[in-house]
């Protein structure tokens, strides 16, 4: 893809987002740009406002200052927000919600659903599209992801790795624009990351457009187009997986990268 002008292609844009709980400011005026088919994976320490950020694309947090704009619609500018009543911004916000699906660290899936009432919830119960096609969307969704034949289980009945790709097909079967993650192998056991990471590679090779929050560092190697180091509520620097491992610039990247390569290194 062509990255000559870098706002021609850009599938959504974040500007200086700012937000604070109480009195911590966790997010200090974040940018990204997401182009249409990229995959951008976003590392940082804990607590650096990885989660915020999702949240705040996908519409669950409303920021305190900043601007998103998705595909070209109208700029969602938060400060203005602030002087507005609550139901213009919750109307701005919600906006945001149907233009990207989420795929969080625990699946979150309905415990007394099976399966395809999962999968179906959002696009049958939420955007009121007819059941018949949810019902035939999801099921080619289950057996595209290997689960075809478990439609009717009861998400307690599945592995931990199999509850993950139903997530995943939950949040495909909503027709999002792009896609967000957030570190969604990290409550895995060891030997279950690999079949979800392996589908996430496949829907980036497809083209769809992401934003993963990860610290499987070969994953994003191989799948990132491009990665986002944060810390303290900031991008402190970003560039091409090879470059960002391979030659990083800032010394705050540097001991990360250590630090979650040679985890045993700093208990020393
Ligand atoms: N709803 C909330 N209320 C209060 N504090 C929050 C809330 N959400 C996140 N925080 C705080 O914001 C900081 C950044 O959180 P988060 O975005 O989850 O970081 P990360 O995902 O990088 O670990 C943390 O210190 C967290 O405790
Ligand atoms: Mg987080």
Do not use: Y
């Not at 974040?14 to 951008?40: I, M, N, P, Y």
């Not at 804990?46 to 950020?53: A, D, I, N, Y």
């Not at 994953?219 to 620097?237: N, P, Q, S, T, W």
């Amino acid at each position: 893809m062509s990255r000559t002008d870098p706002s021609a292609d850009a599938l959504l844009t974040a500007r200086g987002l700012h937000k604070s709980f109480g009195a911590t400011e966790v997010l200090r005026g974040f940018d990204l740009t997401l182009h249409r088919g990229e995959v951008v994976v976003l590392i940082g320490p804990s607590g650096s406002g990885k989660t915020t950020v999702l949240r705040a694309l996908n519409g669950l947090e409303t920021p305190d200052a900043g601007t998103i704009m998705v595909d070209g619609g109208p700029e969602i500018d938060f400060a203005l927000a602030a002087s507005e009543k609550p139901r213009a911004r919750q109307q701005k916000r919600l906006a945001l919600r149907d233009r990207s699906a989420m795929v969080f660290q625990h699946h979150n899936l309905f415990p007394h659903l099976t399966v395809l009432e999962n999968v179906i919830e959002g696009p049958w119960r939420v955007q009121g599209r007819p059941k018949a096609e949810a019902v035939s969307e999801a099921l080619a969704l289950l057996d595209r992801v290997g689960l075809g034949d478990k439609a009717d289980a009861r998400p307690h009945q599945l592995s931990g790795g199999q509850q993950q790709r139903v997530g995943i097909v939950r949040a495909l079967a909503l027709k999002p624009d792009l896609l967000l993650f957030d570190e969604p192998t990290s409550a895995l056991d060891p030997e279950l990351v690999g079949e979800v990471l392996l589908v996430i590679k496949e829907l980036a090779d497809e083209g769809w457009t992401m934003a993963v929050v990860t610290h499987e560092l070969s994953f994003a190697r191989e799948a990132a187009d491009h990665v986002l180091f944060m810390d303290g509520g900031v991008v402190v620097e970003q560039g091409p997986p090879a470059r960002l491992f391979g030659a990083p610039q800032h010394e705050r990247t540097q001991r990360f990268l250590t630090r979650i390569l040679r985890p045993l290194d700093g208990d020393a």
